[in-house]
């Protein structure tokens, strides 16, 4: 079985420096044993969107560390992989590359950017501070799929709809994944009207139209899709990980009163479509080796099939990153107060891995084609105060939540941003920060 | 209210003939008056995948044709949309067009293809015969979002799973849709592998793994956008036309017993995804301005929400399109028979219009992009044999399809061909082919 992300090579040594200073901070979420992607420019140019990593809180850009000659010292594969990545405003094309390649080049950024290096000096010309960057989303999304993965937040989901049955048969034995709208991914910062759309009152006659009054984040982490597949031919669980080029957080945005009357039988549409929003950058697996842990799935659940099942993956197949939630609303932001955490989470306790949703997938021959963006679904840890959206946290918009500056919120308001952040930690090791992904809602659009 | 794909023009006029003879046989698909778009090369070529227009049992090879002057002579409009069929391999530039421009090229190409054109002898340089053309699919699909149209379809559907409740309160209101797989919709000639995956038999304890034993077809109209809108910005009914550049076949296979266990709370997943096979030729709506026709509507259901609603599209919103449906066995290509019709339905019976589709998947903001795609959903027909799936015409997999060579059919069998075809027909006025589109059953890659 080859499981290449399971090994360890010199990028993830502890004890590596950056000669960027900002990298080695305690605090950093992005040490030189991180180095995602990302696609940027000078925040209100006209340049194009291009590569870049995040080195401490500097940018290195990419296409111009290649011009500089950075990566002609290194082998044909570091070479070819830096030209991927140099291509276009789009990570697309190193996607498309192999893990042996995408480490290749993780290795040479390593090497460059390490203290000590001797391209410090031209290399220091190539940094971009991340705040004078704006971000672009990171690939030409193909297909997106949304999954279903924590087992808690299915649960309390259920709770609302069904008390006597929150569970349903499936979930046990299948990741539930259903497709979801590309168009409407966009990065950080995204701002986006409230949604209008025909909702039903459960003692209503009749539904009606207007705006959405159960507006809703989903904590959630993306994943890239790597390489690929042709269709016809499934991705076994042992190349699974292969396929995987990194992972960033996800709001999937949902609009709850809508969702409940639209999704009989074909599952959530418009409630889902309006606005998705993503972090600018890419933790691959390769850094978030060191962070990896068990399955938690309870002794006395089903085994999966042999088709989702590997013993490596047990062992290895889930990830340590701590995820968190924050609000900051329109008062708040008046006040000049920070944002307040909703909740903290973990997603090891997901019930599927990636390479679980990558084999799922394909099994019927679905093909995966690079840049193509799972969505891991809503990530509840099994406490209430872990849960991943506000649907679950107000217990069904009943309990609302009394935030520090005595606002109050059962569904999010017109002016609130939600902000998540994500970081794999572990004692002795770098935190492997992902940034963030932060929206914010602005009031519907008129319907006079 | 703008409506320009009502209007009629010179492009309509029944009397126009070709200089292309097989387009005035009174049989051809492709007479002057219909005009679709695709994408071609010459068979088992390595040229490049570029656009074409269907004329009798030609094409015309758009590229060529610009490159011989053909369109110099005419406005710019016409020029500009020539310019950007020609740029590719994918029809998407085309489509980031206004109705018109895409009228003005309709308009050109019906002069320059009439009888007495002046450009007959370097045109006709510039043919390609159909039957030594191979197609892709015509655009670049961003996103391709099913719907669930026929509510002959849902109510039969529905009573196979809820005999006392089969059609859900919600379905006169809301457009039901969903989103589906994109990277796997290949064009007509597609053969794929009988899928593999998850299944429980209703009486069984356990699900089992295997392939597919219950595989069908869903007979739909495929609808290519054209113009786009931007996020957040929804398209009212009276701008919702001119956001399609026009419509195909297309064949939704479905893997029904993958869907009947995968498909709660979120929709279908792996049932769908691992294929869906559409016909080369769009038909654009202004060809299709002859055979609109009202909604059928009964008077005694609820009225559209006004969103969904226009006055002008009641008389004129749906689409006169005979739909047919055929099956060709191994059997029946051994023994050279021809193969036969399973249903014969018609676009009329549609419950929502294509408009109302535009309209609703933009009422929440959703950005819809030239090249995406929607689905009509199965469209089955008031009468038992106008059903658009084996699942209806099988009454839910119980009553087997007696086939004229003694077969029977339940479900699809390895080595079926499934062939779908269209045409929009009316007394004195020609035929407007969709040519079809054809999908053939492979067998299960192995298990072992």
Redesign the interface.
């Known amino acids: 079985m080859s499981l290449p992300s399971l090994k360890m090579n010199e990028t993830h040594d502890t004890s590596l420096r950056s000669w960027v200073q900002s990298a080695n901070a305690e605090n950093s979420s992005f040490p030189i044993q991180n180095l995602p992607y990302g696609v940027f420019r000078r925040s209100g140019s006209e340049e194009a969107f291009r590569a870049g990593v995040a080195i401490g809180d500097q940018i290195l850009d990419l296409p111009a560390a290649q011009a500089a000659g950075a990566f002609s010292g290194f082998d044909e594969a570091t070479r070819t992989a830096a030209h991927a990545a140099c291509g276009g405003s789009s990570l697309n094309a190193l996607m498309a590359l192999t893990p042996a390649a995408w480490s290749a080049l993780r290795l040479a950024l390593s090497r460059l950017l390490r203290s000590g290096s001797a391209h410090q000096t031209e290399l220091a010309a190539c940094l971009v501070p991340q705040a004078q960057a704006e971000y672009d989303v990171p690939a030409v999304i ?5 999954f ?1 993965t924590s087992i808690h937040h299915a649960t309390t989901i ?1 709770k609302l709809f069904r008390p006597d049955n929150p569970l ?3 979930y046990k ?2 990741p ?9 991914i ?1 990065i950080s910062g995204q701002q ?2 409230r ?4 909702t ?1 009152a459960p003692d209503a006659d ?2 009606t ?1 207007g705006p959405c009054k159960r507006l809703d984040y989903e904590l959630e982490l993306g994943i890239f899709i790597g390489g690929g597949n042709a ?2 031919e ?1 991705v076994p669980m042992a190349q699974a990980e292969d396929k995987v080029f990194g992972l960033c957080l996800l709001n999937d945005w949902s ?1 709850r009163d ?1 969702q409940a ?11 889902k ?3 998705s929003t993503i972090s600018p950058w890419i933790v691959t697996l390769e850094a978030l080796a060191p962070y990896r842990c068990g399955w938690t799935r309870p002794a006395d659940d ?1 085994q999966p ?3 989702l099942d590997a013993p490596t993956l047990r062992e290895s197949g889930a990830f340590d990153i701590e995820l968190e939630v924050l609000i900051q609303t329109a008062a708040m932001r008046e006040a000049g107060s920070a944002p307040e955490r909703l909740s903290l989470g973990n997603y090891r306790d997901a019930y599927w891995t990636v390479a679980q949703l990558v084999t ?2 394909t ?7 690079p840049g ?1 963006f799972f969505g891991s679904g809503t990530l509840s840890g099994p406490a209430p105060d872990q849960a991943g959206s506000l649907l679950e946290l107000s217990g069904g918009g009943k309990a609302p939540l009394n935030l520090a500056n005595g606002e109050k919120r059962v569904f999010l308001e017109d002016g609130d941003t939600i902000i998540l952040r994500a970081v794999a930690r572990r004692d002795g090791l770098p935190n492997i920060g992902f940034g963030e992904a932060a929206g914010t809602v602005l009031p519907a ?1 008129s319907l006079a």
């Open positions: 193909g297909d997106y799929t949304d279903y259920g349903l048969p499936n034995w299948v539930i994944g259903y497709h979801g709208r590309a168009s409407s966009a986006f009207r949604p209008v759309g025909q039903k009749l539904p139209f269709l016809g499934p609009a809508v009357w639209e999704y009989q039988p074909l599952g959530p549409f418009l409630s479509s309006f606005a089903p099939l042999p088709y799922h997938h099994v019927n021959g679905c093909n995966l084609r193509d659009r």
